[in-house]
């Protein structure tokens, strides 16, 4: 009879055990769902917060598809390229996990860098300024060349694309608002370099690209960006050899929108996705 009775005590710690355990993981699931509920950041199913990278991306998908409406142009009409300079790995690593593989750089040291350590195929442009002595280093990392805006660089990417038996297509950049802090052919020395560079096979004239003004009035862009669509559209139509323009890389972060609207196939879009820059650490 003793034994029954201590059997039964067994079971029923065992059991109040089992209980208080219970207990336990229903506290811990309400405390989760009350973060959840109060966090201002939404959480993922591993318990860790959605990236800003993620809450970022989402709206400028939006921005971009509400542009595309408005225009009347078909979403696949425009690019995005995720601006990542200065930004580490891990940020463009969680750019890629969100579907995107199109990057762009302005300096050739953190292209050589970032293509180094990132193996997957990815899409590389280079859209800052170039330096001639430079160029070696791009052939076979990017896939697109925006700001070439004098001949010296034109021959030497016509070079180096040669010894690498490639053919780079590149983005004439022509400073259309004339501002002296930015580099850039003017609109009306355009239409003859494109010819002069032209004759170049190893160098392909895909379009042009504009860096518009920094403005906190997305408007004041708007004929920035009409100048340079009816540009191309002029170049285009003097026939020349080797050349059929159909890329306008064109409207950042603060006017992507008003680009779409006026044509842009490239928007170049960096703060927007991974948040301010800190320059002290480059």
Same mark, same amino acid.
Request: with cysteine; charged share 25%.
């Given at each position: 009879?003793?034994?029954?009775?201590?059997?039964?005590?067994?079971?029923?710690?065992?059991?109040?055990?089992?209980?208080?355990?219970?207990?336990?993981?229903?506290?811990?699931?309400?405390?989760?769902?009350?973060?959840?509920?109060?966090?201002? =950041?939404?959480?993922?199913? #591993?318990?860790?917060?959605?990236?800003?990278? $993620?809450? %970022?991306?989402?709206?400028? &998908?939006? /921005?971009?598809?509400?542009?595309?409406?408005?225009?009347?142009?078909?979403?696949?009409?425009?690019?995005?390229?995720?601006?990542?300079?200065?930004?580490?790995?891990?940020?463009?690593?969680?750019?890629?996990?969100?579907?995107?593989?199109?990057?762009?750089?302005?300096?050739?040291?953190?292209?050589?860098?970032?293509?180094?350590?990132?193996?997957?195929?990815?899409?590389?442009?280079?859209?800052?300024?170039?330096?001639?002595?430079?160029?070696?280093?791009?052939?076979?990392?990017?896939?697109?060349?925006?700001?070439?805006?004098?001949?010296?660089?034109?021959?030497?990417?016509?070079? =180096?694309?040669?010894?690498? #038996?490639?053919?780079?297509?590149?983005?004439? $950049?022509? %400073?259309?608002?004339?501002? &002296?802090? /930015?580099?850039?052919?003017?609109?009306?020395?355009?239409?003859?370099f494109v010819k002069e560079i032209s004759k170049y096979p190893h160098v392909r004239v895909r379009g042009l690209m504009t860096i518009a003004p920094y403005t906190d009035d997305p408007e004041s862009n708007r004929g920035y960006f009409k100048t340079l669509k009816q540009l191309m559209l002029d170049i285009n139509a003097m026939n020349i050899p080797n050349v059929n323009m159909d890329t306008l890389s064109m409207g950042m972060t603060g006017d992507y929108e008003v680009a779409i609207e006026e044509g842009a196939t490239f928007v170049r879009?960096?703060?927007?996705?991974?948040?301010?820059?800190?320059?002290?650490?480059?």
């Amino acid at each position: 009879m003793k034994s029954l009775r201590m059997l039964q005590q067994t079971q029923h710690q065992a059991l109040n055990l089992q209980i208080a355990d219970l207990n336990f993981n229903f506290t811990f699931i309400y405390v989760i769902i009350g973060l959840c509920v109060n966090s201002t =950041q939404p959480f993922l199913l #591993d318990g860790g917060k959605m990236s800003y990278i $993620e809450e %970022n991306l989402k709206e400028v &998908e939006q /921005k971009i598809q509400a542009a595309c409406d408005r225009a009347g142009r078909d979403r696949s009409e425009v690019k995005l390229i995720c601006v990542s300079k200065t930004k580490p790995v891990s940020d463009i690593r969680e750019a890629m996990r969100l579907g995107q593989d199109t990057f762009g750089e302005n300096k050739v040291q953190e292209i050589k860098d970032k293509t180094t350590e990132i193996t997957e195929p990815l899409h590389w442009h280079m859209i800052g300024h170039l330096q001639t002595n430079k160029v070696k280093y791009l052939p076979g990392r990017v896939d697109m060349i925006h700001s070439v805006d004098n001949a010296g660089l034109a021959a030497e990417i016509e070079k =180096q694309a040669a010894k690498a #038996d490639i053919v780079m297509d590149v983005l004439c $950049e022509v %400073n259309v608002a004339q501002e &002296e802090s /930015k580099f850039g052919l003017t609109v009306d020395e355009t239409p003859d370099f494109v010819k002069e560079i032209s004759k170049y096979p190893h160098v392909r004239v895909r379009g042009l690209m504009t860096i518009a003004p920094y403005t906190d009035d997305p408007e004041s862009n708007r004929g920035y960006f009409k100048t340079l669509k009816q540009l191309m559209l002029d170049i285009n139509a003097m026939n020349i050899p080797n050349v059929n323009m159909d890329t306008l890389s064109m409207g950042m972060t603060g006017d992507y929108e008003v680009a779409i609207e006026e044509g842009a196939t490239f928007v170049r879009v960096g703060t927007g996705i991974f948040g301010e820059r800190d320059y002290s650490k480059k």
